[in-house]
């Protein structure tokens, strides 16, 4: 780790596009561990003092964060002040200094000791809110022993020039914090392009690149970073050349992206006049705007768990109907497709009782969580349909895998209907009501689902991991995920297939959607409406225009007989070419 | 509601309930952990049997007293009787929750 080493690449796996150049903010979770050590008797008073001159650092810093955020008061304000007093108690503090005393053992290793203690003590209580709380006490544990090490102590809220976040992982709750910080982009060493935290990065539109196995071992402070999230590599301490040559590239995409969003607004049809919805995918109610003003035609999907995420108590129905409502009133273009609760899996929750499951991608989530937890999935439909009083909303479930599912969602919705109407709120009686095509029972049985469902949207990101048998968090079997893969191919024309039988709209809202490459291919599968990030959209319309339905289709049946995602991926290039920008043309 | 004994050595017990819809959480706890420590007096919370330093946030996440649950508060010193006012009037107040 020596000052003057310049230029280091690491190479990971692309995220989130976008560039960005900025200092390193080293976000580290792991607490150290110690060995048993001792102090002498005439130390022992000067081991207390230096216990409690770490203990003060940390009150102060921690009131300093608290003082510099602007919304007083708000979420994190509390939660800081919850820290405040954590850092004060004498569970904490007197029981440490009591160690020391009585048995001389160094700071580090006492604190150390109580801490485990206390942290079991949480861990063991029944009540899973509480048993977090445990997560609290080590936060600001490692917090004193930074201080005691006489390092600094880091968290986003901490944050306040440009940064770029380096981090071994970041659980949804780090990249929720992201939201409007002084965050340019971020590395992890761990994730895939279809992790949650690569997913949200690119709803924040955060440049990002993840997977880079040890990008946290080469950090040190004051070292400038480029994040090149189209080439998924990061440039650790880079020189000033190449420092200029991001810059002018930056600039450069900046240019194009205005260049493409100044045509976003046309109608996105092909040559041969088929017309096919572009539409957002967004995580949060500011991406509203962005959406319509990127030239979305809907929204796709509106993903809900934010609302649920970084909070200590279930949000109100109110509450959840003034979101809702706020992004229906921003977006009275077109169609805002609300999708239910999708808690579960790799994302977290902080006051439902989850037990641990061993696969939790395939344990209790979406829309089985919902149906076992009832009163949570009523609150929230209720919010969605008194949102719908004020626009076009659809409502969408999450991976549902059989017919039972479909039938007691809807049954719910009947009973918020019928309370909404008692209570004498106002909502759309005819409200469409779709479902997630992303388990691939349900794809297999679409023929039969079609005709239960006003609309399906297909989630490529799960559909295409549960069809291969890959999990997508897993960086050994990344190269597996393949979207062209024959078995994917067959499954989308079969579940669209399915879906125009029955005389209702097909939609795609996975990543496969928003990755321009495989335009021709999904507007030869007679896709009617593709979902993606609202980054993406102005360059889709684009290229649809440019595009030929009676080519595609007459593509589409050429790849039948192809044997593997690779030889369908060679004739895309050689068919469309020439429809590509170059830098798309570079990826292929 | 309510029984009120004081005894010689200026011991004030109180039980109350706790109202607030999310119960002793972080934020409540820590609350009236700060606002114990404002005084000199020696103060405890007892629930179910189990008793804890009403200074302590941690000690009183431990209690899990949810809506509807009753504690007790003791306090012992010279300013036990404001001491337990205070608290009484934080716990009616639900914690000034929305």
Not at chain 1, 457 to 471: E, F, H, V
Not at chain 1, 504 to 520: R, S, V
Request: charged share 30%; with cysteine; glycine share 6%.
């Amino acid at each position: 780790m020596h000052r003057d080493r310049k230029n280091i690449i690491a190479s990971g796996i692309p995220a989130s596009p976008g560039i960005a150049i900025a200092k390193g903010f080293f976000l580290d979770r792991s607490l150290p561990s110690f060995v048993k050590s001792y102090v002498s008797r005439e130390e022992v008073e000067i081991e207390v003092e230096k216990f409690l001159g770490a203990v003060d650092r940390s009150r102060i810093q921690l009131s300093e964060i608290q003082e510099s955020l602007i919304e007083k008061n708000g979420e994190h304000y509390q939660i800081l002040g919850v820290h405040i007093s954590m850092l004060e108690d004498s569970m904490l503090i007197d029981a440490t200094i009591k160690m020391i005393r009585d048995y001389f053992f160094r700071a580090e290793w006492a604190l150390d000791k109580v801490l485990k203690d206390l942290v079991e003590n949480f861990h063991r209580m029944e009540d899973p809110y509480l048993k977090q709380r445990g997560d609290d006490i080590k936060q600001i544990a490692h917090r004193i022993f930074e201080n005691l090490a006489g390092r600094r102590v880091d968290s986003i809220l901490e944050v306040g020039e440009d940064v770029v976040v380096i981090a071994h992982d970041l659980s949804p709750a780090d990249t929720a914090q992201m939201v409007g910080r002084s965050v340019k982009g971020f590395a992890t060493d761990m994730g895939s392009r279809t992790s949650h935290t690569a997913i949200v990065a690119r709803s924040l539109r955060i440049p990002a690149v993840v997977g880079l196995g040890n990008v946290t071992s080469y950090f040190a402070y004051d070292e400038v970073y480029i994040i090149d999230g189209y080439e998924g590599i990061v440039i650790i301490s880079p020189d000033e050349s190449l420092i200029s040559d991001y810059t002018k590239k930056l600039d450069r995409m900046e240019r194009k992206r205005k260049a493409l969003v100044k045509f976003s607004k046309l109608p996105s049809v092909t040559r041969d006049g088929r017309k096919l919805k572009v539409m957002a995918n967004i995580e949060m109610p500011h991406e509203a705007e962005q959406a319509l003003a990127l030239g979305a035609d809907g929204i796709g999907l509106y993903r809900t768990e934010f609302i649920y995420l970084n909070r200590r108590d279930m949000p109100l129905e109110d509450e959840q109907f003034m979101i809702y409502r706020g992004v229906v009133e921003k977006f009275q273009k077109g169609e805002v497709t609300i999708r239910t609760l999708d808690l579960g899996g790799d994302k977290f929750v902080s006051h439902v009782d989850l037990a641990e499951e061993m696969n939790p991608a395939m344990g209790l989530r979406a829309i089985r969580f919902c149906l076992k937890e009832k009163e949570i999935f009523k609150t929230q439909l209720r919010a969605i349909l008194r949102a719908s009083a004020y626009g076009n909303v659809r409502i969408m479930f999450p991976m549902v895998s059989c017919v039972w599912e479909i039938e007691e969602a809807k049954k719910v919705v009947s009973e918020a209907k019928r309370e909404l109407s008692r209570d004498g709120h106002p909502f759309d009686e005819e409200v469409k009501i779709g479902i997630m095509v992303e388990v691939p029972s349900a794809a297999i049985i679409s023929d039969i689902l079609a005709g239960m469902v006003d609309f399906f949207s297909i989630g490529t990101n799960d559909l295409i991991q549960y069809c291969l048998a890959i999990d997508r968090v897993n960086e050994s079997v990344t190269y597996l995920y393949d979207p062209l893969h024959p078995a994917i191919i067959r499954m989308i024309r079969f579940i669209v297939e399915a879906a125009h039988g029955a005389g209702i709209k097909a939609a795609m809202c996975g990543e496969m959607a928003g990755d321009h490459m495989f335009l021709p291919v999904l507007i030869g599968l007679e896709l009617d409406e593709l979902s993606m990030n609202p980054d993406s959209i102005p360059l889709a319309k684009t290229i649809i225009r440019k595009s030929d339905f009676g080519y595609a289709r007459e593509f589409l049946e050429e790849i039948k007989s192809c044997a593997s995602g690779r030889d369908i991926s060679d004739m895309l290039r050689g068919k469309f070419e020439d429809l590509y920008p170059e830098e798309i043309v570079e990826k292929f | 509601m309510s029984e009120l004994e004081t005894s010689e050595s200026t011991r004030v017990v109180k039980n109350l309930m706790i109202k607030n819809e999310l119960g002793l959480h972080a934020r409540a706890a820590s609350s009236l952990a700060n606002l114990a420590s404002k005084f000199q007096s020696e103060i405890f919370i007892f629930k179910d049997g189990i008793e804890v330093n009403g200074k302590s946030i941690m000690g009183i996440l431990m209690l899990a007293a949810p809506k509807g649950s009753m504690i007790k508060v003791s306090a012992e010193g010279d300013d036990a009787d404001e001491a337990v006012k205070a608290i009484e009037d934080l716990v009616k107040r639900r914690f000034y929750e929305k």
